[in-house]
């Protein structure tokens, strides 16, 4: 877990909504001073066959941007609660995920940057988030 998110995890358990999530994931990232990137991949669907594979993938390229000097805000944390929020989602993706988190956060601005892994393509979610940072004037930069 990154050092910004010291003062906050804590809190994590407590969080019983999607805009929750997302009062708290601005907490953090207002945490943290400098340019704020996300990095962008296969999780759920797509990429390397397993959420375990993709979700390795994406700890690799954090830690590898991370020392390189960009600061990346890693949404890693939320992951259980999306998924609790999420699991009545029987068929189709879980949207609200997307729309209800990552979209206002998005909005917000306070996201200057994505990092989109190799195989973001064959993601549902990745997808979306590339879509959505196009549409929003969010710079993108497609790792090797």
Do not use: C
């Not at 393509?121 to 993108?140: P, V």
Request: no cysteine; hydrophobic share 40%; net charge negative.
């Amino acid at each position: 877990m990154q050092h910004y998110w010291a003062n906050h995890h804590h809190k994590l358990p407590d969080l019983k909504s999607f805009e929750e999530m997302v009062i708290l994931a601005h907490e953090v990232i207002d945490a943290i001073s400098g340019e704020v990137a996300m990095v962008s991949g296969p999780i759920s669907t797509g990429g390397l066959g397993s959420r375990e594979a993709n979700l390795i993938r994406l700890d690799e390229a954090i830690t590898s941007l991370v020392s390189e000097g960009h600061i990346i805000f890693d949404q890693a944390p939320f992951d259980t609660k999306m998924n609790e929020f999420v699991a009545h989602i029987k068929e189709g993706y879980p949207m609200p995920i997307l729309e209800e988190f990552y979209l206002p956060l998005f909005k917000s601005g306070k996201i200057k940057k994505f990092f989109f892994v190799p195989g973001w393509e064959s993601s549902t979610g990745a997808s979306w988030e590339h879509d959505r940072a196009k549409e929003l004037g969010i710079e993108i930069i497609y790792l090797d």
